[in-house]
């Protein structure tokens, strides 16, 4: 089989699926649904003669997509050599609307792995100490009780000798982990990864001044295994052999990749990093260290570690100096995770007494947090995937060709595309921006029904609402086919009005149960803070419109960006936030929604969308 | 080539040296001058048609022994094809006297890894913790900050699910190292090793009950590189680019054969074994570790380390559970090792106040201590190698053969065999023995001069000792052609007298400058302590006829045999007596003899053997 456009030739096995085929190659599907044939998304194209298309394929393909060859992946046989075109390029060469920065408080410096510059004397008949005592020596009294790493020590003979005993101490915690030439003292990074289920995202960070040196991020090559985590936990209970080694295998690839990108543009080779911070969900995290994450996708919800973990990079499977140290955030239960725990220390939220903080995560879980230094509590809302374009008709993650947001001009609708293009489909951003626009106008009422208006005017908004044939319900007509990327129209649909009402109404009653165990009201909160693209990029009257956040003055609302990456650069630039991490876990309290008796009955109350308009 | 009796097939390369065709083999040779054609001990026979052989091999060979076609296998070049026999049989079957017990004080269990039998709750919707967090609530408060391995914590979920929740704990300073079915707390072994120049011990020892299950020796592949360190030192020195791997690999072997074999003793798997304690001399300790000794051998002879290291079992080779620890016994300087830390923990002199004592292992280099728990004083006196059986003429170790002791019974000598067998040679207590003989008898004068007595008698004694044809000096005849192993005459030579004199007097003159340090008398001396083979084999009066140990009251002394493996098991039973190692390192004071201004002036001094008989 030959796969364009990466030109690949695999051999395969007749009877199994293209999916199956592709699932251990780098090349990756978008589909959603883990292989299923219920997301339709993971397209191909097959080049070669092929067959009729099964009754799944044919039901989630148009008849152009059926007549140009294109099936799903996941439901196509092979039955003889066929040569096929992946329509989703690689996903690297994309422009990705990923939150790549984050706003940082200020800190010390003070990073996990430090250098230092220190002239040894050499052995003489006046000094006859060991080598490793006379570096201690020349450290100083507070290194009197310095370790050696074996590696280090190992060599050290000669690297003490190579550098004529003047040299570079690489120090962490106490241990000398290598003995560098003088000249090395001024090179000192770091890495950092925000570990996602969808995106990951790698950062090579200066340990002497703390800025971002270079950035890169990858699509997730777990995905193709399903977009949620409880997918990939399924997979790997279902694969009870090597299903966690393979879902380790494609990330320590991805993460290896991102490391090697990271390094070309630093201009580093690979023996100069000496330490990684990675924060991610709990899941991620232990499919980082190699854990079984079963016990996280069934009741009691138990993960097998919490805490932080500290451990040589080399044990994990990445491609470091030899001894560089990995130091994984600490997470709190199976959906608090060490992403969450990184946007609290972002936010500073649990530094500071006088002020109540709401933090907001959208993601397939809404992570929700409420508090102070005081207290603080958590809860993870099930959202769903909708805010990342998920279960959406035409949504998709914030990348080229996605509508970001939408506003009226001149009657009529305009939207604003990611990368200038004609337009692919809805991202979270413009979804929520969309659907405000419509509540504004009545063109979506507080039950969340798409409806032409009332009054029974007819401009060029009421127009769009339009009951496509064989339908019992409205759609919103976003895009003509005239207008779109693919020369398909783009609808809003009445099902996705109802996705986005589903994930508020979860988000909204996770904020209101936060708020009542605490015993205070919404005018109580002093300060929003929203984590990830989606907080970055929404507009804040919109998400208020469709009461995704709680009505408040807009100023009171602070995007932090990629706030689990700016979390692990503060842990690494500054050992006291390292700590901090750990103190947040023990501060915070986790209220469990899914058996919170109150729930259900506030997500009922917080499904619709609030009645009142907003400007 | 083919060698015998191994029956090894090898492909050499024309114009090598049957010394280098072997070296990177199992087969071991004699050699103590590490390949330079001057001890004469490489022998191995030709059994195929072989050229005239070199005028060293002739020096140094008998006519007889030339006629059979043995020869030196480093001065021999290989032309063609042949087949040799190596003279020493396989070190392994041979029947050694190595030390393989040792006293031991009566300690505390409190091994370096524990095992717990523990029950943790599974995780229920009352707990909700993490399985690490489980884990800590069963250990109990004392286990609050708990530590997991990342070797352990990958297969937690399936290991704690396996064994039901209920299980033993493996322990090891604070951390958990492995997760094992109940039935397996009853399991609990440790090794230790004793890193001998010559020599390799190894013993699996029980952690329940402290006793030696098994016991495995063997020679010291390294001792193809030379007999002493600075030979292999200097091996290490002139092969810059391998020579020390190739040695940590040669001692790596040596120590994973002992290991299987210790294993199968004990019918336990590899990955039974979590703890590991070596002691051995600095350089070994060196070897082990891979740091480059080469320090050790120059002024101001300044190791890589001193301290303890504690390190993964895994990242220095030995082939353990993933998560064993080695822990290697600190050393004080490059001459007083790890060895004689174990010595004097196996001793207790550092634990009373209100004794002297005085320690002496015998060795190549003969290492002394003096002192209690306010001081001591440690040296080490470069005796030579002729306490062990080397550069005496028909010296050996002790192993089957060796004359270890001999008496006089109706006026004519009679010797003690090591296995019953004829005699082949003398190892040291038999030297010694023989020494402190003819002192007594007056056939050896305090100046060291070996001749028939004075007096003009003739008896069986006096007959023995001849001038041989050629010789200007006389020589005594220990056993007749008829009597010995191979055929030919044992002689004790008057060199070999001399080398006796030369190792006393060093030992003598060590002891004396600790005696003059300290302040005190010889008198003042409460208890003296012998460690090593020959500690436990020589007859005390003989060692203190020869001056070999001071003229004490025989009853003040202690042999410790196989101290320094006494040590190692302490230390693995006993976390006290493993920190109690650290603090024998801080208190211990090193008197460097060398650039000791009395020490040339003792050294003459005790150079001459007593004049006054003991008996
Ligand atoms: S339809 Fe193929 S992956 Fe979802
Ligand atoms: S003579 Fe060959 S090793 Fe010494």
Tied chains: 1, 2.
Aim: negative net charge; hydrophobic residues 40%; aromatic residues 6%.
């Amino acid at each position: 089989m030959n796969v364009l456009p990466a030109d690949i030739w695999l051999r395969v096995k007749r009877g199994v699926t293209l999916w199956e085929a592709l699932e251990n190659t780098d090349i990756e599907l978008e589909g959603e649904c883990g292989g299923l044939g219920k997301c339709g998304k993971c397209k191909i194209r097959v080049i070669t003669a092929i067959g009729p298309p099964t009754a799944e394929t044919a039901e989630l393909l148009t008849p152009e997509e059926l007549d140009k060859g294109i099936r799903l992946a996941c439901r196509t046989k092979i039955k003889k050599d066929l040569v096929i075109r992946t329509e989703v390029l690689n996903n690297e060469v994309e422009l990705f609307q990923i939150l790549k920065y984050g706003e940082m408080p200020i800190i010390e410096l003070d990073p996990l792995v430090d250098k230092r510059s220190v002239s040894v004397a050499p052995p003489s008949l006046q000094n006859v100490l060991s080598d490793v005592d006379r570096i201690r020596e020349a450290l100083g009294p507070e290194y009197q009780n310095l370790k050696i790493s074996h590696h280090c020590l190992a060599s050290l003979y000669g690297d003490l000798r190579a550098t004529n005993f003047d040299g570079t101490a690489v120090l962490h915690d106490g241990c000398l982990l290598a003995w560098e030439p003088a000249k090395m003292a001024a090179r000192r990074y770091g890495l950092i990864f925000d570990l996602g289920t969808s995106t990951l995202v790698g950062k090579l960070v200066s340990l002497l001044e703390g800025q971002e040196v270079a950035v890169v991020s990858r699509l997730n090559s777990q995905s193709k295994h399903g977009t949620n985590v409880i997918s990939r936990i399924q997979y790997v209970k279902e694969h009870s052999k090597d299903g966690l080694s393979h879902m380790r295998r494609l990330l320590m690839e991805d993460i290896n990749t991102l490391t090697h990108r990271l390094l070309e543009v630093g201009r580093l080779v690979a023996e100069e990093i000496f330490v990684v911070v990675t924060a991610g969900n709990t899941t991620m995290q232990h499919f980082l260290l190699g854990l079984n994450p079963t016990g996280i996708a069934e009741a009691p919800f138990a993960p097998v570690i919490t805490e932080a973990v500290v451990v040589r990079a080399q044990d994990v499977g990445l491609h470091l100096h030899p001894d560089a140290m990995l130091y994984v955030m600490p997470s709190k239960s199976g959906y608090i995770g060490g992403d969450l725990i990184g946007f609290m220390l972002a936010s500073g939220a649990a530094d500071r007494e006088d002020r109540l903080a709401l933090g907001l995560d959208f993601g397939t879980n809404g992570e929700i947090f409420l508090g102070n230094r005081r207290r603080m509590l958590t809860c993870s809302a099930a959202a769903g995937p909708a805010l990342e374009g998920a279960r959406i008709t035409r949504g998709m993650i914030g990348k080229a060709g996605a509508i970001e947001g939408v506003r009226l001009e001149d009657n009529d609708l305009r939207y604003q595309v990611i990368g200038n293009i004609k337009p692919k489909g809805l991202c979270g951003s413009g979804l929520v921006d969309l659907v405000a626009l419509l509540l504004h106008h009545g063109l979506v009422d507080s039950e969340g029904l798409l409806r032409p208006s009332q009054e029974g005017q007819v401009n060029a908004m009421e127009s769009r609402v339009i009951k496509r044939k064989g339908s019992e319900v409205h759609d919103f007509l976003v895009a003509s086919s005239r207008e779109s990327f693919d020369g398909r129209e783009i609808y809003l649909t009445q099902d996705d009005v109802r996705e986005l009402q589903l994930a508020k109404g979860a988000i909204a009653a996770g904020v209101k149960i936060l708020i009542k165990t605490m015993g205070v009201d919404i005018g109580d909160i002093d300060v929003i803070y929203l984590a990830g693209a989606l907080g970055n990029y929404i507009n804040p009257y919109s998400a208020m419109r469709v009461g995704l956040i709680p009505r408040l003055d807009p100023e009171k609302i602070t995007p932090l960006g990629n706030a689990a990456s700016t979390g692990a650069k503060m842990a690494l630039l500054s050992r006291r936030c390292w700590e901090k991490s750990a103190e947040i876990t023990h501060l915070v309290k986790h209220v469990e929604l899914s058996s919170h008796p109150d729930f259900f009955h506030y997500f009922i109350e917080e499904m619709n969308y609030p009645g009142e308009n907003l400007w």
